[in-house]
Each structure stands twice: as C-alpha cells, then as structure tokens.
C-alpha cells in the first residue's frame, strides 16, 4: 500500500480527499497495449491516483515512438512495458505493477484480464482490438476502448462516449491511421487522455451512463426539416449547421423510407461524432438506437417514457415535450432529462401542433423546472422574436426553418447569435 506520508499520496490527498483516493488506489486496471494510447493512458492514470496497474505489451521501443508515446531516447531498444513501468514510478515510486511481455492471443487474453476491474484496450490492430473487448465483455468487465486517431487539427472531434452497458469508445470512429494519416501526437494524447478520464470516472461512480446522460447546454440546437431545407439533403443542412458551430442535432424525419432514413442518421452520426456534437433522434428509439445516437426525443403522444427507457438502456438521452405546466410537472416525475418548452409561437413545421403555449409558459418552466433539467424552448422562433425568448434565458434555442431554409447557414447562425448576445 502506497506510504500515508508519501509526499506524492500526500497531495492527491488534498485534491481528491480520502474516499475517492481509497477507490483509486485499490482499483486495478488492465492496459493492453503500451504505444501511444497504453503508455501515455497509464501516466494519465497514475497522476490521477490509480496505482495497481496490469501491462502488457510485446514489442520495444523505437525511434518512431518518441512523437507520441511515454518513453525517451535513452529508452530506445528496451522493452515497453519495463521502460513504461520505469516511468510511471518515477511519478510514484509505491506503484504497484503486474507486467507482462507478450503478444496476447485469444488462449491467453483471460489470464491478463483476470483480477483487474476495468480494461483499457490500446492496441493498432482491429483483430487485437476486438479480441481483448471481447474477453473483457465476456467476464463482465468494463472496457475502454479507441477508434479513429489519425491526423491532427480539430482536435474536438475526439469525443468518448458509453456505446453499450459497460463499453466506452474514444475517438471519432472515421479517421484511421494510415497513409497520409499519420498518428500525431496532440490527438494520440487527446484520446489517452480521454480513456484515462473515462476510467476514472469508472472508478468513482461505477458507471458512465448515468453520469454522462445530460444535454450539453450551449445556446441554438438544430433540427432537421427536409421539405425546408433550399433544396439540400438532411446530412448537408447537419454538415453546415455543424460547421457554423451548433453542438446539438435532432433528426427529425417523416417522409424518406425507412432504409433511407437510416442510413441519414448514420451519415449524420459520424458528422455529429466529428465535431464533438450531441445527436438527437426524434419519435424513433429502433433508430436511435441502430445509429447509435446520443439521445432521443419523444412528444405526448410518442412511446412512454419509462418504456422507451427500458428499450435504450441507462446511457441515452431521454427529451420530452411539453406544452403546460401539468406536462412539465410529469415529464420531471418521469425522469426527462431535458424538456421541450413550446410551441411558444405558431409553427407550420410539423401536423397537428398543439395551439402555441406564449412566453408565460416558458416563464413558468424557468422558474419551476430545476436548472439541472435544461429547458429548450422552440415554436414558431425566428430573428424577428428572438430577442423576447432569449430575454426569459432559456437553456437552449431552437430556430428550425430560420435555419434550415438559409441560403447561407453560416451567416444565419452569425446573424442569430448576434441577437442572443445582445439580448
């Protein structure tokens, strides 16, 4: 056990407190893989508390290391796992350390999994990779996981989000390494840093679903709306609101075929995923689900809410209309994790909207509704009324048509937050 007087232990003491130290000091992780992502994730892990470490990797260090890995010149030739371990007790020498120096294959994968409450998997083969999540998800253990790490510049679009119970993915699942797609290192470490975190927050909550099932709060969030869109595909009008900075998106689709359908919501999930934005999936949970999304929006007379939980799991964000207080009331008894505040104004965007709810409903709900719920108010909102919206501060805005139908979306978007920040 690391010393109680240790200066290091000392100081994590002091940020961390003893409760969440306790947890990350008798954790036991499993790093399978000591290149960019293994050796750099485990510095991470052990300046973050963590000191019971499994590491594996067969190979030596080499010249080409040095631009992203955890090692130095003088450790060039040496084995990985001994030179990492060199390294990570130079951060704390009471480490304690299992190594092991082999090419893991599917007959002994599980010994290296064995004992350990968490894995992370940092290996450049897809065969490896899916190997070792496979032996972790059969033994019920959680996994970290990476995919899409090549190249550099827009360093947001590494995102890492819970994909199944128990699996998390760093990444941006697209940009492979490969030729003309070098894995530099800010975007190597971006996602080491991003699977240690991961793994902490494993450690200290016991999960990641619950813990990251919240709508980012940034200030428009943009809907589809194919019949208004001049003339532009649902993915292009997703690519040109994501360009012009908007970090949430609903696919909202009631026309194209089913088949269609899905495969517009993949194309737009990747686009969501490269730029670190949140996408939502409107009615639908099969195909909330089958694209993966970050979350779903149901309205009154959708699915119920509890049920549709029980079919998405824990991980997926839940939204809910809401046209009156009673609805606000019982879209918090139920669990929404943000609500629809509207139609404020009359809008002609979808059949059979309710009559418009005005501004004093939106006035109640930001009063009523806990700030932790966000509040995203929508209906009939254009430049035009935007001032008398954004002046009640609603947590999100949404604009569909003044959007979507733009000829210059970027411009709009400009246009738009102008007026939010002079409100």
Not at 9 to 30: D, M, N, W
Not at 95 to 101: I, V
Not at 278 to 296: H, K, M, Q
Request: charged letters at 25%; hydrophobic letters at 40%.
């Amino acid at each position: 056990m690391t010393s109680p007087h240790s200066p290091f232990r000392a100081g994590l003491l002091r940020l961390f407190g003893p409760e969440p130290l306790a947890r990350l000091e008798t954790a036991r992780v499993a790093v399978a893989g000591a290149g960019g992502l293994g050796s750099n994730c485990a510095a991470h892990l052990v300046r973050s508390g963590v000191r019971r470490l499994k590491l594996c990797d067969f190979d030596r260090v080499d010249w080409s290391n040095l631009n992203r890995q955890h090692y130095f010149q003088d450790q060039v030739g040496r084995f990985k796992v001994e030179a990492l371990a060199e390294n990570l007790r130079r951060i704390n020498p009471e480490l304690e350390l299992e190594l092991c120096r082999e090419c893991l294959a599917p007959d002994s994968v599980g010994a290296f999994l064995d004992g350990c409450g968490i894995a992370v998997e940092a290996f450049d083969q897809a065969e490896a990779k899916a190997m070792l999540v496979q032996a972790a998800r059969q033994r019920g253990l959680p996994v970290v996981t990476a995919s899409g790490l090549g190249g550099y510049g827009d360093s947001g679009r590494i995102a890492g989000r819970p994909v199944k119970k128990g699996l998390f993915l760093v990444g941006d699942g697209v940009s492979e390494v490969g030729e003309g797609r070098a894995p530099w290192s800010a975007i190597v470490g971006i996602a080491a840093a991003k699977q240690a975190d991961a793994v902490v927050e494993w450690i200290l909550n016991g999960n990641w679903e619950r813990a990251r099932r919240k709508l980012p709060v940034t200030d428009l969030y943009g809907i589809t709306h194919s019949p208004r869109s001049a003339g532009r595909s649902n993915p292009e009008t997703v690519r040109l609101m994501l360009e012009a900075g908007i970090r949430i998106i609903q696919y909202r689709e009631k026309d194209l075929s089913e088949y269609h359908k899905l495969m517009e919501c993949r194309e737009i999930r990747r686009l969501c995923t490269a730029h670190g934005a949140c996408f939502i999936v409107n009615d639908r949970p099969d195909l909330a689900l089958l694209a993966e999304a970050d979350g779903l929006h149901l309205g009154q007379d959708d699915l119920p809410l509890p049920e549709v939980r029980k079919l998405v799991g824990e991980a997926m964000i839940l939204g809910l209309s809401t046209h009156s207080p009673e609805q606000a009331r019982q879209a918090l008894a139920l669990g929404a994790d943000y609500i629809g505040v509207g139609p404020i104004f009359r809008t002609f965007t979808k059949q059979g909207v309710v009559d418009p709810v005005g501004l004093d409903y939106l006035a109640h709900t930001m009063r009523a509704v806990p700030a932790a719920v966000p509040k995203v108010a929508i209906g009939g909102l254009k430049a035009h009324n935007l001032r008398q919206v954004a002046a009640l501060r609603p947590d999100l805005i949404c604009l569909v048509t003044e959007i979507t139908n733009a000829p210059d979306i970027g411009a709009t978007v400009r246009d738009l937050r102008r007026i939010l920040r002079d409100a």
